[in-house]
């Protein structure tokens, strides 16, 4: 079965530190990549995506995500932490099969930026 | 562009009432897509459709309903409410053919900022 994993219910760190929010994947093919954030009471925002090519994407809010085919993973990186990043992050994959419209999520990881 | 609309923020329900969750888009989005997120277990889609007319079934579409007449517009609907369908539902939707810099496997998804229903 295909499954997005987000093995950290939590991460805590400290305001200025680095971050890594981890999600690893099991899905066929090469599928495309995506980080979502959500803030409290809101809908889930679009940070990044993975498609082709370096395998380091820059995204918004100086979010960036490195892609590892090998380990099938997709961990979310920001060089350094700032209070207002505290927010729910989701890992989805859209596998590329031929008739498939799905997106596959991750369980979220609560990020927690400590002043 | 407002992007996707849904209404109502919040809604209680009755055991066996029936209600309709509103969403709308503005970006001429192909598709849309229905999720409901209870905690702890991530987003489950309920139900999702490709174009006008199309809909298919999600993960978890017992005891809903969707209907997709036209581009804008797919309204989600609750029959006989029950306490298992308490959560937070969002409306999404994704990729505008024709546009040429996104397909339709790459394009994100765009997200209302939901509805939180509960039933009692």
């Known amino acids: 079965a295909q499954s997005v994993a987000q093995p950290e219910d939590q991460v805590n760190v400290a305001e200025g530190n680095p971050l890594t929010v981890k999600c690893t994947y099991s899905?066929?093919?090469?599928?495309?990549l995506f980080w979502y954030v959500q803030y409290p009471n809101r809908g889930l925002q679009f940070l990044l995506k993975y498609i082709t090519g370096d395998n380091l994407v820059k995204g918004s809010y100086g979010f960036e995500a490195e892609f590892n085919k090998s380990q099938t993973s997709f961990h979310l990186k920001k060089p350094s932490a700032l209070v207002s990043d505290s927010a729910l992050y989701f890992c989805?994959?859209?596998?590329?099969?031929?008739?498939?419209?799905?997106?596959?999520f991750g369980t979220g990881t609560r990020l927690k930026v400590l002043a | 562009n407002a992007g996707v609309t849904q209404t109502p923020k919040f809604r209680i329900l009755k055991i066996g009432q029936s209600m309709t969750l509103q969403c709308t888009q503005d970006m001429n989005h192909n598709y849309m897509y229905w999720y409901r997120q209870d905690p702890g277990m991530g987003l489950k889609l309920i139900y999702y459709?490709?174009?006008?007319?199309?809909?298919d079934k999600g993960e978890v579409p017992n005891g809903y309903n969707v209907s997709r007449s036209t581009t804008e517009d797919f309204p989600l609907r609750l029959e006989l409410a029950a306490p298992s369908q308490t959560s937070v539902y969002f409306c999404?939707?994704?990729?505008?053919?024709?546009?040429?810099?996104?397909?339709?496997?790459?394009?994100?998804?765009?997200f209302g900022n939901g509805t939180r229903l509960t039933v009692t």
């Open positions: 459709s490709v174009g006008a007319g199309i809909t």
């Open positions: 989805a994959v859209r596998p590329t099969t031929s008739g498939t419209y799905k997106y596959i």
């Open positions: 999404a939707s994704s990729y505008q053919a024709g546009t040429g810099t996104e397909n339709s496997y790459n394009s994100p998804l765009h």
């Open positions: 899905v066929s093919g090469n599928p495309y």
